[in-house]
C-alpha cells in the first residue's frame, strides 16, 4: 500500500529565506503523480505544486520548487524568499490511477517576521 | 477560489444524530471526493464518485453514506454521530480524464458533535 511520510511535524523560517520541507514514499507503481497542498489557517486546501513520476526535470511555481529523487522516493518543497503569508500547514501527496489521494501527517510551517 | 462549494460551514449537533452535507464541484467536473480531517491531522479518503456512481472507497464507516445526483452535487451523509466524528469534511473535485490526478478541494464543513 502507498504510505506518505512528512518526518517534520514543525518547521520555522525567517521572511525572506529559504526553507525545505520533507517528504517520503512508498510505492512499486512507475507512474504516479506526487503534490504539495497548502493548508492556511481559514482550512482551505491549496494545491501548490505537481510532479509526474515520468519527468525528470523537477517542477517549479514562482516561489516554490521541488526536488524529487525517484530512486530515493523522495519529494521534498522549497520555498524561496518566504513570505508571511505562507504560514500554513503542508500537506505532501500521492496519487496513481490504482490508488486513491494519499496525504502524508502534515508539516506546520511558521514564517517569522 | 477553487469553485468548489460545501455547505454548510460549520455544523452543531449532538450525538446520536444525523447530518447531511452537500458539495457541488466545479462546472465541468464529474468527479466528487469526500474526505475526513481530525484536528490537525492529515486527510483521510472516504468516498469517490463519477458520474453519478461509486468509484472507489475508502476507510468510511458503515455509518457513513454519500450519493452523487443526476446535476453532479454530491451529499455526504453521517447517522449515529459519535464525538470522534467531529472533523473538518473536505468535499474535492477532479476534471474528466484528467491524467494529472489534480484535486481541487471546497472550503470544508467543519462537524462539532457534543
Known amino acids: 500500500a502507498q504510505t506518505v511520510t512528512q518526518s517534520q511535524p514543525e518547521m520555522s523560517v525567517q521572511e525572506a529565506e529559504t526553507v525545505t520541507l520533507s517528504c517520503t514514499y512508498d510505492?512499486?507503481?512507475?507512474?504516479?503523480?506526487l503534490f504539495w497542498y497548502k493548508q492556511p489557517p481559514s482550512r482551505q486546501m491549496i494545491l501548490v505544486i505537481r510532479?509526474?513520476?515520468?519527468?525528470?526535470q523537477n517542477a517549479t511555481e514562482n516561489r516554490f520548487s521541488v526536488n524529487f529523487q525517484k530512486a530515493a522516493k523522495s519529494f521534498s518543497l522549497k520555498i524561496s524568499d518566504s513570505q508571511l503569508g505562507d504560514t500554513a500547514m503542508y500537506f505532501c501527496?500521492?496519487?496513481?490511477?490504482?490508488?486513491?489521494?494519499?496525504f502524508g501527517a502534515g508539516t506546520r510551517l511558521t514564517v517569522k517576521p | 477560489d477553487s469553485g468548489v462549494t460545501q455547505t454548510p460551514k460549520h455544523l452543531i449537533t449532538a450525538t446520536g444524530q444525523r447530518v447531511t452535507l452537500r458539495c457541488s464541484p466545479r462546472?465541468?467536473?464529474?468527479?466528487v471526493y469526500w474526505y475526513q480531517q481530525s484536528l490537525d491531522q492529515g486527510l483521510q479518503f472516504l468516498i469517490q464518485?463519477?458520474?453519478?456512481?461509486?468509484?472507489a472507497k475508502g476507510n468510511i464507516l458503515e455509518r457513513f453514506s454519500a450519493q452523487q445526483f443526476p446535476d453532479l452535487h454530491s451529499e455526504l451523509n453521517l447517522s449515529s454521530l459519535e464525538l470522534g466524528d467531529s472533523a473538518l469534511y473536505f468535499c474535492?473535485?477532479?476534471?474528466?480524464?484528467?491524467?494529472?490526478?489534480?484535486?481541487?478541494f471546497g472550503p470544508g464543513t467543519r462537524l462539532t458533535v457534543t
Open positions: 474535492a473535485s477532479s476534471p474528466p480524464g484528467s491524467k494529472t490526478y489534480e484535486q481541487y
Open positions: 510505492t512499486s507503481e512507475n507512474n504516479y503523480y
Open positions: 510532479q509526474e513520476a515520468y519527468k525528470q
Open positions: 501527496a500521492f496519487k496513481s490511477g490504482f490508488s486513491d489521494m494519499r
Open positions: 462546472s465541468g467536473d464529474l468527479s
Open positions: 464518485y463519477y458520474n453519478g456512481e461509486e468509484r
